[in-house]
């Protein structure tokens, strides 16, 4: 399979750079900016793109790659603070600018290979405080802008081009045909990475797989789909786990039992142990320690059952490569790291070796499998929720009395959303809790009563999210039904703020 392999020099939108190209069928992989040209030859990519980042050239700790990097006869896009970075190491001239943020008219120059069938013009989104100055010599300018001359620049022998604006960002027009441009034409990757080819390379692999297998599932489409391809490759030497924690949404646990029941034929096993996850949760404001008692308290549950239930010598786990990547394994390339690491701080005296098998995916990926292997429409579109649940959704110590307020406000939600037909068209809608109070009058008396916080929000990838802008009837509406349905509920508030700088759980 052919490969693009994008440095990251710290843009929030470097993820975006790989989902683009993904989406027109060729495999690409993010890695740190820092990795040896060694390691990167390993990857034996079709081109590099450098993305873009807050940094300047000029910065004392600016993040540069290895000089060889640049030299390796391998086709390089460098995206705005990367096309500044092609600009310096070529003996360009880079210089400080007032940011530049928003839409800008691109005039083609030159509409040969990189800009070629965008016409002779295109608005095209910028983000930078740096620009060129100086073109390195060898290099032609082939794009202009009213304020940056060299907006786009090419050295056709060498196959390097840089470009100061972001064409993996929905504003720019023709971002991805010129990111095709560069994948397809320039380094004539093969557009081969289907989810089909996905799931036959991923089943032939699994079933070389020796040892029972113990999938932990949530219900959630990640965990699902890693256990029915595992499913599909050993059968019934697989197990499935479900453990209701308490920590999951109104009802979730006995829907997530009928799924498995009804349409799955794959061995399925439910725990009830919500007392011990509140047990071990007593007293804990933290939300990472939360985090920690809850991941921990999963593994000891699987371990407990693989001891009781035979040889397992494997866990399944549903890991996405945004979780590879944000766990810090971004240090180093994850596809060459094939050891199995700790990418959830899986304690250090877990004896099951861990098998993830989507861990090159992102959610988008995940949900076409999904929707090829015949997971239920349903399940498909159902808003993703956090593995720890609502401990890292209710603000700080989780209590009974929290839980059944969060869970009844999240589902009235929900449902409103879904009578307004607009539960598929977000991200992520819940209701939480807090330790903050707020009088109201409850019948004719005055109560000091708790605040429940609503959440919804847009999202691609929840990398970055907005606030859903809904309809001050339907949040009306919300409110009225919260104060009225849920005891001891005297407000409800909204959350007006995207992430970031805020992110979408409040924990
Ligand atoms: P944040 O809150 O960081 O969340 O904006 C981004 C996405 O990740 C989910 N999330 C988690 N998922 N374990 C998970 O499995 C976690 O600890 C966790 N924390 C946040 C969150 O729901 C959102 O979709």
Known sequence: MDKIVVLDFGSQYSHLICRRIREFAVYCELVSFDISADELKKHNPKGIIFSGGPSSVYDSNAPIPETEVFNMNIPILGICYGHQLIVNNFGGKVKRVNKEYGSSLLSIDNDQDLLSGIGESIRAWMSHGDEAEEVPSGFEIIGHTQSANAAAIAAKDKAVYGIQFHPEVMHTEHGIKILKNFVVKICGAKQDWTMEAFIEN??????????NVLCGVSGGIDSTVTALLIHKAIGNRLKCVFVDNGLLRLNEETEVEEMFKNNFKVNF???????????????????????????EEFIRIFTEFAEKNGSFRWLAQGTLYPDVIESGVSKGPASIIKSHHNVGGLPNWLKLEILEPLRDLYKDEVRKIAGIIGVPEKLIKRHPFPGPGFAVRIVGEVTPKKLEIAKVASKIVENELDEAELYDKIWQAYATVGDDKAVGIVGDERKYGNIVMVRVVDSVDAMTAD????????LEKISNRITNEIEDVTWVSYAISSKPPSTIEPQ
């Open 467 to 474: 606030w859903t802008r809904l309809p001050y009837g339907l």
């Open 202 to 211: 991923t089943v032939e692999n699994l079933s070389k797989i020796e040892g």
């Open 269 to 295: 096993t439910s725990i009830y142990a919500a007392e011990r996850f509140l047990e071990k949760l007593k007293g804990v404001t933290d939300p990472e320690q939360k985090r920690r008692i809850v991941g």
